[in-house]
């Protein structure tokens, strides 16, 4: 968990190659339901682009249909689920949460990095300024083509940086009254910030 650009997909993406973990990120695959061409697919659409939060009645149903698909001894960070208290409820009743990570980062700090963003269809982040591909515009995992995100706009950005300020709160409380909650400084290099979260991880790692 963590507000927008906060890292949450580097992250997740570092970890799991690392440790053979899956990732489930709500984002990229609300990205993948909304290019289907559906009614369902524009209202998605809509709403991503605009950096509101679709409900939790349709996300909850969408991430469960992906976990059931699992063997039940796969290893999975999700990635950007639970964003409402709601979820996290929903979310107990399907899977034991092992523990979770909230990554802290300023506003002016997110809206810059959100700006230097490039992504290829599967979902795998760089940053023009900070963590570019070896050759520009081309995925290194895939040599898929990079390009923005369409709720990559600053007007975006801010609206879904205030939905996250709105509900991170119970959420995180969720967790700390369960002892599954670590907090991690985001402000930091992608390195640095991925060693303060192996460390913290080192006890429930493979
Ligand atoms: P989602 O795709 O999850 O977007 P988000 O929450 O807005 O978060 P981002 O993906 O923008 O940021 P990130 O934390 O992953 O940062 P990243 O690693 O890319 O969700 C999109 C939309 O889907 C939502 O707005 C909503 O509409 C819907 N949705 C998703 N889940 C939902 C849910 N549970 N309920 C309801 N709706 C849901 O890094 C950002 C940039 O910074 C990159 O360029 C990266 O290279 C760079 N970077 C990363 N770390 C560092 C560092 N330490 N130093 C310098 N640069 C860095
Ligand atoms: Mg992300």
Known sequence: ???????????????????????????DILRKEAMKGTELATQISNTMNEGGLISDELIFKVLRNHINELPKTENLILDGFPRTEKQAVQLDSVIDVTCTIYILLSVEEAVQRISGRVQCPE??????????????????VDGLTLS???DDNEDAVRHRLAIHEKEIANVLGHYRTQQKLFTIHGDATI????????????PYAN
Do not use: W
């Open 1 to 27: 968990m963590g507000p927008q650009g906060s890292g949450k997909g580097t992250q997740a993406q570092l970890f799991a190659r690392r440790h053979g973990y899956r990732i489930l990120s709500t984002g």
């Open 123 to 140: 979902g795998h982040t760089y940053n023009t300024i900070s963590a570019p591909p070896t050759e520009k515009d081309i995925c290194d």
């Open 148 to 150: 923005q995100r369409k």
């Open 191 to 202: 390195d640095e910030v991925s060693q303060e979260i192996e460390a913290k991880l080192a």
